[in-house]
């Protein structure tokens, strides 16, 4: 639903597959074949609001924005790799119920498409989510 005019479906799945296939019990861990990681990385990158559809072999990869579950992630950037120290995730009034992009702000910038690149995420920053319960179809625009 991404590449849609409606991409708060994907926001909607995307949640309810987390909540109905995931958790923390012995029968809840992920459903079937691990597939060499591909099921836990799918639910941990859901769950911080990113996915990737190419895999990353595009020459500048995207990263398509979702339904964040926590309301704040930092992941550290190696600078051995990346000139950006830190990358922030951060998920204003997240909630089981807020699981629909108001807007989003990288840097203090509103994004108007509902993706964004890897040359810009790699030299960190914040990726502000602002979430809400109800879909907004002018979340990018």
Known sequence: ??????????????????????????RDAYPGDEDQGQMSSWYILSSIGLFQMDGGCSKDPVWLLGSPRFDRVEI??????YSGKKLIIKAENVSKDNCYIQYVRFNNKRLSNNYIE????????????????RPNPNAFK
């Open 1 to 26: 639903f991404s590449y849609t005019s409606e991409p708060w479906h994907t926001q909607k799945w995307a949640r309810a597959i987390q909540e109905k296939y995931y958790g923390m019990g012995p």
């Open 76 to 81: 550290l950037l190696d600078n051995t790799y």
């Open 118 to 133: 890897w040359s810009k995420l790699k030299k960190g920053g914040t990726l502000h989510f602002i979430m809400g319960d």
